[in-house]
């Protein structure tokens, strides 16, 4: 790992070394290209027929929320894509259709596409009927600004915080948008492909000089 | 505080001022013996080590044999076991934590974080080794080491405390 | 030198909202990070009211080790001993989710003694995780005994577990595609021989150490109670939900390393308070064992470990979860098709669970607050990461 961190810092640090304005060492972001999407079959591949009650959950879904692109995977989770905009909307639909009754949690977290911005992802799960459905939606990198599911699934308030602290997504309306796993006053996010840490060097604390500033 | 560091001379048996003294040795002696056999700790784990500090002070391998007993106060404790990374966040605390203890006062740095990030070396919160915010007297390397390990360091800091000087006054 | 350390006296930052207000009577405690009954580095600003607690904030963060970066950086087999390093009490059942999660990327077989051996080591690690929940929970009500004779116990599956994977506690011994080693039937005896031991003798033992112990049972009935609509919506999982009357157990529900053959029950409580997530926890450990005792009965010879690819291409994105022992354990991976995943993410139901504490903790005894911190069993690798 070693030399291929010194070879992409060869060709991506600037010219005076590996040292930055600061005199702090830069470590480059250490890729820059997004993951190809649909390829080789694998388990998240779209299934073609699906069993029965993931089918009639798909129409529920059609039916109630038109205009969203649903579909079925191979490996029994459903997949929701859909915009910002309609990103509450589509999440109250889930929990309260007397059908889906998608009420519980399970993870929501942010992705960095690069280019593409980020994506929020929610697992979301049926208690009742174990009905399994992934949420997505993708928010601008320059305006990373998403709606909060709190008032949905009170649950998703500290999965928000972290995607805030570690990614910068923003949630409008989050009760209590703070830092939750970095100090407060720390600059930058550090799950983006970018970031780089800025942190000056400490040196090594010797006993005796300690006890003589105390 | 007010007290001026612990002078180490060449000779174990001079004292800081300069003479060889009946007196002072002894002295030195009995009060290296009485610190080193009751060291207390204070009970601040912090991550994995954490619980094979504690393994260390249960039944099996036992602590108390040494007079080590725990204390949940930095003001009555001896020494600081630092037992898992330490990060940005923590680190403030610790500092905290280490200028409330009374002196004399030691640390051990348990494991390979504590003692230079370990497998954590080098990333964006994690503070490569403790003693980068406070002055460590034995590191103990393992991830996480095991109780025998630590019990070893322990031996190790009690034949540090028993070539101390004494302090002396400025 | 003072200028590269932090301010000794570093002010805290954090202010809790109408902390300025002085004509209320609320009375703002810290307790943490550094405080024998929070399990480690958590940090709970509490407000109260003479002994009652008005509203309470926990704070945690302070041993984030960079995970979800650094996974970004190392290849697949790299990762597998960090993930031991997030819920260091259970890292079997850590591996064991990562593991499944490349595994179903990858669409590797494993062989079925490798599952065998999976089954029989990570319900061995429950049995371990709950013990430490239970020594923990009855010293900070003040049962110091409980506490030691756990680690007795402890000590005798950590022996075991050292035995085949050469450590103590951060095992790694579920790698991608089996197992790291083969065990012996010598090994298999004595899992046996302690199985029944502890069924028999040890587990009826705390039973009447702690369980019938009235003041024990004074300070946890009726404590803290979580509804199971709260549980739901907050997003418990494991002996948490459990404790609440939800019978949901991953291992049930979704099945995994050939889990579905077995027979063992789900236990459940009844009114959610801390005495129920107690006790579900008590009576996992039975089941863990019956569970043990069947996949020692059914073993079969056999390899260890699946033929792995010379080269890693994991395409793709899952989300693998298992029933740890706090609760889901959930991986959700996004692969680029190199030998290093794009994202990583660890759902960690510690995590999820302190979110519980202001709901479960209002107008409670302060002393009641680290009853329910031990009911709730966090571990702070998993939550902070």
Redesign the interface.
Known sequence: MADEEKELQSQEAPAEGSRGEHGEKQRPARRTRTPKKEEAPGPHDTLEDLPGELARAVERIRAGLPGVEVRGRRDHWLEIRTEPSRWVEVATFLRDDPELRFDYLALLTGIDRLDDGFEVVVHLNALTSNLRLILRTQVPREEPVCPTLTGVWPGANWHEREAYDLLGIRFEGHPDLRRILLKEDWVGHPLRKDYIDRRPPRKIQVKADWERRA | MGVNPVVHSGDPEINAAGHPGVLTTSLRKVLNWSRKASLWYMTFGIACCAIEMMATGASRYDFDRFGMIFRASPRQSDLMIVSGTVNEKLAERIVNLYDQMAEPRYVIAMGACATNGGPYHGLYNVVNGVHEIIPVDVYVPGCPPRPEALLHGVLQLHEKILNEGLPVRA | ??T???????PD??VVPDEQDRSSSHLYVSMG????STH??LRLKARIDGERIVDVDPD???????F???S???TYPQIV??TD?CD??AAINNELTFALAVE??L?LEVPPRAQYLRVITMELQRIASHL?AFGTFAMDLGATTA??YC??E??SIINLLEEISGA???FHYVRIGGVRNDVTDDWLRRVRAFVDDFISDKLPQYHRLITGNRLFVRRTKGIAVLTPEDA?????SGPVLRGSG?A?DLRK??PYCGIEKYDFNVPVGENGDVFDRYMVRMLEMEESAKIIKQALEGIEAGDVMAPLPRRWKV?????V?TEGPKG?V?C?L?????D?P??L?W?APS??H??LIPVISKGLLIADLVAVIGSLDPV??EV??
């Open positions: 030198m003072a590269t350390s932090p301010p000794a006296q570093a930052v954090r990070p550094q405080h024998p480690g580095v945690i963060g302070y041993l984030h080790r960079c979800e970066k650094h970004e950086q190392l001993p960090y390093r260091y009490l179903k990327l669409g430490i506490f030691l680690w007795r402890r000590e103590r506690m951060l739901i919506a907050w997003g418990a939800v949901r529900v979704e395409e793709g994105e899952t989300y979860r889901e959930g959700y996004v692969g680029d098709g190199s290093k794009y994202r993410h759902r995590f999820v302190l979110q702070f690798g902070d990461r």
